[in-house]
């Protein structure tokens, strides 16, 4: 009766959960390949920006949502507030992923520096 027991609380303890997490720098500057022309006086750091969402799914692959990189980046422009002359660059991407029996999670947040462009004087 021991080892059947031993060996249950062994499975349960491999079925409770795990999780891991990544990060991923952007380069939101060059990943457009935009082409203008600007002169610039000066730009300065004014403050971070982040922006989050997570996405659930049952046993890891029925999706309970979905667009967790649309809602992370409207949360991120939400709180980033942006003024005129101001940009979100330097974005950086960290996902998390949890599981627990049956039950996943899948956390995003996206983050950035916004900068303030200063256009050059004539």
């Known amino acids: 009766m021991n080892a059947k ?14 999780g891991g997490s990544r990060g991923l720098i952007r380069d939101s500057s060059t990943a457009q390949l935009m082409d203008f022309r600007m002169d610039i006086g000066s730009a300065r750091y004014v403050r971070s920006a982040i922006g989050r969402a997570s996405v659930a799914s049952a046993l890891c692959f029925i999706p309970l949502g979905n ?11 939400q709180s980033a507030a942006l003024k005129p002359n101001e940009v ?5 991407e960290d996902s998390q992923h949890l599981f ?7 956390s995003l947040a996206i983050s950035g520096d916004v900068i303030e462009i200063v256009p050059a004087r004539k």
């Not at 627990?100 to 899948?106: I, T």
């Open 88 to 92: 979100i660059q330097n974005l950086r």
């Open 67 to 77: 667009e967790v990189y649309a809602r992370a980046m409207e949360d991120l422009h």
């Open 5 to 18: 027991l031993a060996g249950a609380v062994a499975l349960i303890a491999v079925l409770a959960g795990c």
């Open 100 to 106: 627990v029996l049956f039950y996943c999670q899948h």
